[in-house]
């Protein structure tokens, strides 16, 4: 049995250094994914780039069901520095957001509702 977890320990430990030495980190260039990008699936905006550094994101562009408010983007980031600003009507509850574009988001923002 120890020599079966021995065996287990050093097959992990050259996975991961194999991962740290040939593997390139994310965004390795330097480059981050920029902006909030509706995917027009939900709402009446349609598919399009909001303006930034200070994203609005208004009740129109998603769509309220009940309490909560739905939005879906296609891209969704927030760099330092940057926010991004829920509104709704005061019968808004709960805003419920999702990304659909494949890639991950980077949020290093400030997230705020209103």
Known sequence: MLKTHSRITRLISVIIIFLFLFCPPLYADGT?????KLDGTIGTAG???LPGPNYA???EYGKQSGANL????QQFNIHSGESATFSGPASVQNIISRVTGGSASRIDGKLAST
């Open 70 to 73: 739905f939005h879906s983007f």
């Open 47 to 49: 598919k399009i780039e």
């Open 32 to 36: 981050h994914p920029q902006g909030i």
């Open 57 to 59: 994101i208004k009740p």
